[in-house]
């Protein structure tokens, strides 16, 4: 079971560093990629990381913003996400496959999201 964390509720411009770990499988032997869905809207990619960490990518919305990194030593991934806008108000979720993937529909195993909200 994945599970994020570090979700909250900040000011435009603050930062904030959001994990995902899983309890039952090495999240290191895996692809990783982060999406967020807003209220009423589609799930959306947001950063993808390979499971050697060779090949990442972002959304153009967070690209020079957000960046996405595994801790090997923890078996996590981390989302760290500076001078964040209104606009990155959303559940952020975490997802795994043994592939690389960008699309929702590559995520074989999804956490149940952690909530981040951006005021102005």
């Known amino acids: 079971q994945l599970m994020e964390s570090g979700g909250g509720s900040v000011q435009a411009g603050a930062s904030l560093k959001l994990s995902c770990a899983d309890s039952?499988?090495?999240?290191?032997?895996?692809?990783v990629a982060w999406f967020r869905q807003a209220p009423e809207k589609a799930r959306e990619f947001v950063a993808a990381?390979?499971?050697?960490?060779?090949?990442?990518n972002y959304a153009d919305s967070v690209k020079g913003r957000f960046i996405i990194s595994r801790d090997s030593s923890k078996d996590t991934v981390y989302l760290q996400m500076n001078t964040l806008k209104p606009e990155d108000s959303a559940v952020y979720y975490c997802?795994?496959?043994?592939?690389?993937?960008?699309?929702?529909?590559?995520?074989?195993?999804w956490g149940r999201g952690t909530q981040v909200t951006v005021s102005s």
């Open positions: 990381m390979s499971w050697a960490g060779g090949r990442t």
């Open positions: 997802a795994a496959n043994l592939e690389y993937f960008e699309s929702p529909n590559g995520g074989r195993f």
């Open positions: 039952g499988r090495r999240i290191g032997n895996y692809a």
